[in-house]
């Protein structure tokens, strides 16, 4: 069974610059999260969807910050414009469903570093 | 919110000796527990998990046993290895997964 594919794996972009991160879930997999991981701190959600909804972007810093999962299975995360504080691994999971006992399945990340 | 707390690192052990890093939690409900490991260069891999009070899980000799009156989900093992080297989060998940900041385990031969 193929796993929770990422890419690009890592980028560098200067500050005010744009970037987007693509994600594949494991096919069947309804719930999908972006995850997003600074340095030496444990992952932070950043958005959370079941199918093509969004359940919870609470942490989404919406002003720089946009996903979308269009039908329901890839999901794309865009930061526009890059800030110095972005730099981080941007982690892609899935789970079959989105209630609590479900076990996540992550992705390698793409390491984001912005100059 | 839930949230967990665990124990800062690094740890650095002696091949064969016994581990423990501790996580407490905090939440409304009642919460599944897990245990994530991040090997060098790869992603985030469940280790063990713990859907109710007083489960245990286990995995590749690791255990943690779900506290509900302590509130903890210690990890433990009695024997560790060189290739348990690797950063441990204790995680909780109500509707969303949270995460602690990791603990790095390094093992020495």
């Known amino acids: 069974e193929a796993g929770v594919a990422q890419s690009p794996r890592y980028k560098i972009i200067e500050k005010r610059q744009s970037v987007a991160f693509w994600c594949n879930p494991i096919?069947?997999?309804?719930?999908l999260y972006w995850y997003q991981q600074i340095l030496g701190q444990g992952p932070k959600l950043l958005i959370q969807f079941q199918n093509n909804g969004v359940v919870d972007d609470s942490q989404l810093p919406k002003d720089r910050f946009s996903a979308e999962r269009l039908k329901g299975v890839d999901s794309t995360l865009k930061i526009q414009p890059a800030k110095l504080e972005d730099s981080a691994v941007y982690l892609c999971?899935?789970?079959?469903?989105?209630?609590?006992?479900?076990?996540?399945?992550f992705g390698e990340g793409s390491r984001l570093t912005v100059l | 919110g839930n949230s967990v707390t665990q124990m800062e690192g690094p740890v650095t052990l002696s091949e064969e000796a016994f581990l423990t890093i501790n996580c407490t939690y905090t939440?409304?409900?009642?919460?599944?527990l897990f245990w994530y490991v991040q090997y060098p260069g790869e992603g985030l891999q469940l280790l063990l998990k713990?859907?109710?009070?007083?489960d245990k899980g286990s995995n590749k000799g690791f255990e943690a046993t779900y506290r509900k009156e302590t509130t903890s989900f210690h990890l433990e093992k009695g024997s560790v290895q060189v290739s348990d080297s690797a950063v441990y989060f204790c995680?909780?998940?109500?509707?969303?997964?949270?995460f602690g900041a990791g603990t790095r385990l390094t093992v020495k031969p």
């Open positions: 096919s069947g997999h309804a719930t």
């Open positions: 995680a909780l998940t109500g509707n969303d997964m949270r």
């Open positions: 713990a859907t109710k009070a007083d």
């Open positions: 999971a899935s789970s079959v469903s989105g209630r609590g006992t479900g076990e996540l399945f």
């Open positions: 939440a409304t409900g009642y919460p599944s």
